[in-house]
Structures are given as structure tokens and as C-alpha cells.
């Protein structure tokens, strides 16, 4: 029998409908699933033979063989967060807006589970960034690390090395260092490129710039990229995947280079990534072709 840890957000998105729906699956399959008090005490669900309450959603992911997330795409990268060290499969089922990593509707669930069931899936892997303090202490991100200003309208100096090559010192706002996965995040936002799921790069692209020649740089992720700060007017806030760190000591230095540990995206039979592009961000959209 297989288990389903359910992930969601009941406090932002409207998820009651769809987690229901999940239970009634499970009755009826089957299946088993796992969901944490917290979600359980806010909808009022309560255990049963096919239903199991747990302490936290990083113990029903540990406990699972495939785990749902339900929301957008913060329910997606907190799911990153607490699941890095288990890489089980994530199926993503858009409850939220944009949802660019949960390409399964709220009414398509029950088919999409009963795929997964029967194995008609493949898995996307997604390679997460690792970030290393000089401290030691390390950070998982699945879209970006951010540095940027902090409590001020000053610009700040962030300089960057790759490869033991020094490469510019950025006069910005701040300074994006993503995946490819967080290439259609805040990194397209602030003029990076788009690439494709898979390919082995960091992305780094500064935010709004004070030169007209600092354009988004692509390298290649096997290799180290260390980013550096000196105290200055502006503090640098520092952060991976939308969570701040503390790191108020200077000289600021964050090495960052790809990890070995990977996001398991599910995807299902006719679900394709440049469809994504095309439905979700208007990718590639012309007017000059839409017919009346």
C-alpha cells in the first residue's frame, strides 16, 4: 500500500475542497495518507483507517512513498525546504495563482493519483544549490539565493569569483544566484534568461544595475562560485529561497556551487515543460497571431 504525504497551506490557499477529495481517493484505493496535525485541526479532519495524523509535515514526508503538495508555488519551495535530505517524489497540485511547478489541477487529482498508482509517471530532477558560510554552516535552495540591500535606498558593492577567476565586483540592489529551476523566478523578473529544467548552471543575474555593459552571466554549476561583501553604507541581506539568514558579520563570503541532492518533480503523461512556459507565463505569445 502505498503512502501519500499531503502538503498544504489551509491558512493561504483554499484547500479544503481538494484534500476531501484526496481522502475520499484514498478510501476507495486503497492508499494511505499522511497529513500533520496542524492542517487537520484548521479543517477539522480527523484520523481514520486510511488517514494518519502526524506531528509535522517533515514526518509524514519521511514516512511516505510520494509526497502531494497542495498550494502554489511557496507551498512547493517550503516543501523543498523541510524534504531536501529525503528526495521522494512530489506531485504539485495548483491550488494557488501561477502554480509554474504544480502543473496538476485541483479536478485532475484523483486521475493523476491513480497514474501514480499504476506507475505512469516519470520523474523530473531537479538538482538543488548549495551555499556554504564561511562558518560552515550550509543552505539548500531549489530557486535562488538573494543578496541584496538591506534597510536602505543605497546601492550596495557585491563582488563575485568563479573558478579561482575573479569576475566583477556589482555596483545593484542586489544580486540573484539561481538554478535552472529558479530561472523563470525572481531572476526572469530582473532580466535573466530562461533555461530549461536539467541543465547544470548558475545563473547570475544582478538587479538593476548602475551600468549599462552588467548583463545575467550563465556558468557552469560543477564549479565554484564564491560571492563577497565588505562592510559598507547598506547591510546585505542574504537569503535562499525567500528565507533570510542572519549573516551580519563582515567580510561577507558564500561559496555556491550545485548539490548533489535533487527535487523529484512528478511529471504525468502529456504534461510538458514548454507548454508550462506557454500557458502559465505567456511565453512566446504574439497578438499579431490571436484571431478574433
Known amino acids: 500500500m502505498k503512502k501519500f504525504a499531503v502538503i498544504a497551506n489551509p491558512k493561504k490557499y483554499v484547500v479544503?475542497?481538494?484534500?476531501?477529495?484526496?481522502?475520499?481517493?484514498?478510501?476507495?484505493?486503497?492508499?494511505?495518507?499522511?497529513?500533520c496535525s496542524e492542517v487537520c485541526e484548521i479543517l477539522g479532519i480527523k484520523a481514520s483507517d486510511f488517514l494518519t495524523i502526524t506531528n509535522s509535515d517533515e514526518a509524514s514526508i519521511?514516512?511516505?512513498?510520494?509526497?502531494?503538495?497542495?498550494?502554489?508555488?511557496?507551498?512547493?519551495?517550503?516543501?523543498?525546504?523541510?524534504?531536501?535530505?529525503?528526495?521522494?517524489?512530489?506531485?504539485?497540485?495548483?491550488?494557488?495563482?501561477?502554480?509554474?511547478?504544480?502543473?496538476?489541477?485541483?479536478?485532475?487529482?484523483?486521475?493523476?493519483?491513480?497514474?501514480?498508482?499504476?506507475?505512469?509517471?516519470?520523474?523530473?530532477?531537479?538538482?538543488?544549490?548549495?551555499?556554504?558560510?564561511?562558518?560552515g554552516n550550509i543552505f539548500y535552495a531549489l530557486n535562488?539565493?538573494?543578496?541584496?540591500?538591506?534597510?536602505?535606498?543605497?546601492?550596495?558593492?557585491?563582488?563575485?569569483?568563479?573558478?579561482?577567476?575573479?569576475?566583477?565586483?556589482?555596483?545593484?540592489?542586489?544580486?540573484?544566484?539561481?538554478?535552472?529551476?529558479?530561472?523563470?523566478?525572481y531572476s526572469l523578473s530582473s532580466g535573466g534568461p530562461i533555461v530549461?529544467?536539467?541543465?547544470?548552471?548558475?545563473?547570475v543575474t544582478p538587479i538593476n544595475p548602475h551600468s549599462l555593459t552588467t548583463r545575467p552571466l550563465v556558468l557552469r554549476s560543477d564549479k565554484t562560485l564564491i560571492i563577497k561583501a565588505e562592510k559598507q553604507q547598506s547591510g546585505i541581506l542574504f537569503s535562499y529561497d525567500g528565507v533570510i539568514c542572519e549573516e551580519d558579520e563582515y567580510p561577507l563570503e558564500i561559496e555556491i556551487i550545485e548539490s548533489k541532492r535533487t527535487f523529484n518533480l512528478i511529471q504525468l503523461e502529456g504534461q510538458n515543460y514548454f507548454e508550462t512556459l506557454r500557458n502559465k507565463l505567456m511565453w512566446g505569445q504574439d497578438s499579431r497571431r490571436i484571431k478574433n
Open 16 to 35: 479544503k475542497d481538494v484534500i476531501h477529495s484526496a481522502i475520499q481517493w484514498a478510501e476507495k484505493s486503497e492508499a494511505h495518507l499522511l497529513l
Open 62 to 135: 519521511k514516512e511516505c512513498d510520494i509526497v502531494v503538495v497542495m498550494g502554489g508555488d511557496g507551498t512547493i519551495l517550503y516543501t523543498a525546504r523541510i524534504s531536501s535530505q529525503y528526495q521522494k517524489p512530489i506531485l504539485g497540485v495548483n491550488s494557488g495563482r501561477l502554480g509554474f511547478m504544480a502543473n496538476t489541477k485541483n479536478e485532475e487529482l484523483e486521475l493523476a493519483l491513480n497514474d501514480i498508482l499504476d506507475n505512469k509517471y516519470t520523474l523530473d530532477k531537479r538538482r538543488y544549490l548549495k551555499a556554504t558560510d564561511k562558518h
Open 144 to 185: 535562488e539565493f538573494l543578496f541584496t540591500r538591506k534597510d536602505t535606498t543605497s546601492m550596495v558593492n557585491i563582488s563575485a569569483e568563479y573558478d579561482d577567476n575573479f569576475i566583477n565586483t556589482y555596483w545593484v540592489d542586489g544580486l540573484i544566484v539561481a538554478s535552472s529551476t529558479g530561472s523563470t523566478a
Open 196 to 203: 530549461a529544467p536539467g541543465s547544470d548552471v548558475l545563473l
